[in-house]
Nanobody, 127 residues
Framework: QWQLVESGGGLVQPGGSLRLSCAAS????????ITWFRRAPGKEREGVAS????????HYREAVMGRFTVTRDNAKNTQYLQMNNLKLDATAVYYC????????????????????WGQGIQVPVSS
């Protein structure tokens, strides 16, 4: 069964950091790009960051540039989203998704292009 599982979420204070992981099982991420999405309460899902299958090409939403870093470790079949200096508006459920093609996060990529989705993980930012 092809599956993506996010981990590393949890309550964090403004200005704090978290690293989310996205681990694949049942398939290899070697040939897949990964895009991180988030859905804040009452808002539509939006792309946050993406990375191609080689790790050489990345793209970020403007609001997180300089604070979020997306990386991958194909040997561990895992991809990471490092989030620093988190702001209150980062509160959301974060999802990772795998696709054969590398997509920029804006404009929002077509959801039917994604092969697998994680179940989502909560990231509440609160003081």
């Amino acid at each position: 069964q092809w599956q993506l599982v996010e981990s590393g979420g949890g309550l964090v204070q403004p200005g704090g950091s978290l690293r989310l992981s996205c681990a694949a099982s049942g398939f290899s991420l070697d040939h897949y790009a990964i895009t991180w999405f988030r859905r804040a309460p009452g808002k539509e899902r939006e792309g946050v960051a993406s990375i191609d299958n080689t790790g050489k090409n990345v793209h970020y939403r403007e609001a997180v540039m300089g604070r979020f870093t997306v990386t991958r470790d194909n040997a561990k079949n895992t991809q990471y989203l490092q989030m620093n200096n988190l702001k209150l508006d980062a509160t959301a459920v974060y999802y990772c998704a795998a696709s054969r093609s590398f997509w920029a996060v804006r404009p929002s990529p077509p959801v039917n292009s994604f092969h697998s989705w994680g179940q989502g993980i909560q990231v509440p930012v609160s003081s």
